[in-house]
C-alpha cells in the first residue's frame, strides 16, 4: 500500500498559506485540512458558553471531546476566536488531543484521496515531520494585517486594521514562544515570501517547488 503523500505548509497569520493549500489540494487532488480551524473550533465553544480560553482543565476537556460537527466558518473566522484560538493553543494538553486527528488525517486522506494537504504552524515540524513536501509561508506583518483586515472588514466593518496589525503582531509572538510546538520552519522546508507576490505567483512557486519533488521521486 502507497503511503499518501503529505505536503505541509506552516507560516504565520494571513501569509496565503490557507489558499495556496486550497489550490494546491484542487490542482494535485488531495485532500486538505485548516488545522487552525481545529483550535478555532476549541476556542469557539469555550467562548460561546462564556469560558475562559485561558482555563487549561476547560480547554482540554473540550479539545478531547472536539468535532467539525456544528462549527460554523462564519462563527470562526473572527479576530476575538483567532486571538482565542492562539491561547488555547499554547496549552500541550489541547495539542496533543488535536495530534492525533490531523495525524489520522494525514495518513488516511478523506475521500480515499492520494494525498494530503495541511496548513497550520507546526506540520512540518510535528504534525507530519516525514511530509513529502514541506513550505514556510510568510510574507511581512504590514501586508498581512491589511489582507486580513480586508476580509475582517466585510463582516466588522467599524473593524480598524490598526487594531488588525496589533492583534496579528501579538499573536505570531505568543504562537512562536510557547514552548510546545512553536511555530517554525522546519529545517527542510522551502521558504515562500508573499510580500510581493499575487496569490497566482506564489502558488506558481509552489508547484514549481512540488512538481520537482515529484519528478525526482519518480526518477
Ligand atoms: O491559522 P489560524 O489563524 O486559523 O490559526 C489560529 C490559531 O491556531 C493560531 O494563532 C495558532 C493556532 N494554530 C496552532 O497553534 N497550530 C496549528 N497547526 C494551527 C493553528
Redesign the pocket.
Known amino acids: 500500500m502507497n503511503i499518501p503523500c503529505v505536503i505541509a505548509l506552516d507560516g504565520p497569520?494571513a501569509s496565503g498559506k490557507?489558499t495556496i493549500s486550497r489550490l494546491i489540494a484542487d490542482a494535485y487532488g488531495f485532500a486538505h485540512l485548516?488545522?487552525?480551524?481545529l483550535?478555532?473550533g476549541v476556542a469557539w465553544r469555550i467562548l460561546s458558553v462564556g469560558g475562559d480560553p485561558g482555563d487549561d482543565e476547560l480547554a482540554a476537556q473540550n479539545a478531547r471531546s472536539f468535532s467539525l460537527e456544528g462549527i460554523n466558518e462564519g462563527d470562526i473566522r473572527t479576530k476575538e476566536v483567532?486571538a482565542a484560538?492562539?491561547v488555547v493553543?499554547a496549552n500541550p494538553d489541547v495539542r496533543a488531543a488535536l495530534l492525533e486527528f490531523q495525524r489520522l488525517f494525514a495518513s488516511n486522506p478523506p475521500g480515499g484521496e492520494k494525498g494530503a494537504v495541511l496548513d497550520?504552524?507546526?506540520?512540518g515540524t510535528v504534525?507530519c515531520p516525514d511530509a513529502c513536501v514541506k513550505f514556510f509561508v510568510t510574507a511581512s506583518p504590514e501586508i498581512r494585517a491589511h489582507r486580513r483586515w480586508r476580509e475582517l472588514v466585510k463582516v466588522q466593518p467599524t473593524l480598524k486594521e490598526r487594531a488588525v496589525y496589533e492583534d496579528l503582531v501579538q499573536?505570531d509572538a505568543r504562537?512562536a514562544a510557547r514552548p510546545d510546538?512553536p511555530?517554525r520552519a522546519a529545517e527542510d522546508a522551502e521558504l515562500l515570501d508573499t510580500t510581493d507576490l499575487t496569490i497566482e505567483a506564489a502558488f506558481a512557486a509552489a508547484r514549481r517547488v512540488i512538481d520537482g519533488v515529484f519528478q525526482r521521486s519518480k526518477g
Open positions: 497569520a490557507g485548516d488545522t487552525g480551524m483550535y478555532r483567532g484560538a492562539s493553543a497550520g504552524r507546526d506540520i504534525v499573536r504562537d510546538a511555530m
